[in-house]
C-alpha cells in the first residue's frame, strides 16, 4: 500500500527556515518523480518543487534560490529545505509521487495528475 506522511511544519517568523519530510512506504522513491505543492487559503493548489528518478529538479520561479529539494532514497524519503521564508509562503505542504510524470511536468502542472499524495503539513509564516 502506497503511503506519503509529510512532517515538519510548523510557525516560523519571516526570514526563518523550515525542514519538510515525507516518508514514502509501499514503492520506491528512487523510481519515481517526487514533488512538493502547496496550498494557500483560497488559492489553488501549485507546485513548489520536484525531482525526478535521475535527480534532476526543478522548482517554481518564486522558490528559486530560496528552497532545496531533495531525497534519502535509502530512507525512502523527500524532503524540502525552505529559506529565506516569507509570509506569502505560508500554506499546506503536500508531498507527491507518480511514476511517469516528469519533474518539470509536475510543476508546470501544478501536480495535476501525480497518482499518490501525502495529507499534509501546515507551514505558517509571520511577518
Known amino acids: 500500500q502506497v503511503q506519503l506522511v509529510e512532517s515538519g511544519g510548523g510557525s516560523v517568523q519571516t526570514g526563518g527556515s523550515l525542514s519538510l519530510s515525507c516518508a514514502a512506504s509501499?514503492?520506491?522513491?528512487?523510481?519515481?518523480?517526487m514533488g512538493w505543492f502547496r496550498q494557500a487559503p483560497g488559492k489553488e493548489r501549485a507546485g513548489v518543487a520536484a525531482?525526478?528518478?535521475?535527480?534532476?529538479?526543478t522548482y517554481a520561479n518564486s522558490v528559486k534560490g530560496r528552497f532545496t529539494i531533495s531525497r534519502d532514497n535509502a530512507k525512502n524519503t523527500l524532503y524540502l529545505e525552505m529559506n529565506s521564508l516569507k509570509p506569502e509562503d505560508t500554506a499546506m505542504y503536500y508531498c507527491?509521487?507518480?511514476?511517469?510524470?516528469?519533474?518539470?511536468?509536475?510543476?508546470?502542472?501544478?501536480?495535476?495528475?501525480?497518482?499518490?499524495w501525502g495529507k499534509g503539513t501546515l507551514v505558517t509564516i509571520s511577518s
Open positions: 509501499g514503492f520506491s522513491i528512487s523510481r519515481n518523480c
Open positions: 507527491a509521487a507518480d511514476s511517469w510524470i516528469t519533474a518539470s511536468i509536475a510543476i508546470k502542472r501544478d501536480g495535476n495528475g501525480m497518482a499518490y
Open positions: 525531482i525526478d528518478g535521475d535527480g534532476s529538479t
